[in-house]
């Protein structure tokens, strides 16, 4: 169960908020096209609220494991200058998370936050945050739409697949290692976050997962 507990939980906090703690002052100068995700991420105050749509999870998890380990490839969601793609899972994704680890629904996103990461250690959490961030590539919805079959290589180094559909609607999924449970879609109404800069994410509405649970 503890193993489980720990492949999972990570999966989700998304490298997306990591980068709030080391992210630029905002009266810093940044080059056209350079603004961090970190920045974005953290321009609406980066609190828990009852907003299930958004990532205030993910970036406090992300900053969990800056703030253990300056050094870590997450902080890289802080440098505009390095490109990457992001798929960040909602807070509600953080809450389908929880539930199919505890059988519990839990309402609170802080509360949420606090079970998941007393559930793994900060290598773990480390390691399935970067499983979310496609390094080295500017991904734009454009592009993701035009890649259905394509294996994605992931900053932890394992893959995800891309599936395209159209009928009956437009639909994103991304693919992950375990067979048995429901794959992440891409949320249609949170594509190219950050649109214009190196730096990219999109919204999913599940957690993505490393190995075969």
Known sequence: ?????????????????????????ASAKVAPGE?????????????????????DIVTEAALAVVGAK?????????DGSQRLTVFAPTDQAFRLLAKDLTGQTIKSEKKIFESLVALAGVDT??????????PGKTLTSGKVLKADGAKLT?????KVKVSIKTK?????????RDKNDQDPKVVLKALDLNKGNK?????IDRVLRPIDL
């Open 1 to 25: 169960m503890m193993r489980r507990v720990s492949a999972l939980l990570a999966t989700s906090a998304l490298a997306l908020g990591a980068v709030s703690a080391t992210a630029p002052a």
């Open 35 to 55: 603004n961090s995700l970190a920045a974005l991420l953290t321009s609406d105050g980066d609190q828990f609220d009852k907003n299930k749509a958004d990532f």
């Open 70 to 78: 300056p050094g870590s490839p997450v902080a890289l969601i802080a």
């Open 125 to 134: 959490i480390e390691t399935i945050l970067l499983y979310h961030v496609v």
């Open 154 to 158: 992931t900053a932890q180094g394992g």
């Open 168 to 176: 009956p609607s437009l639909s994103i999924t991304l693919k992950d």
């Open 199 to 203: 730096q990219i994410a999109h919204g």
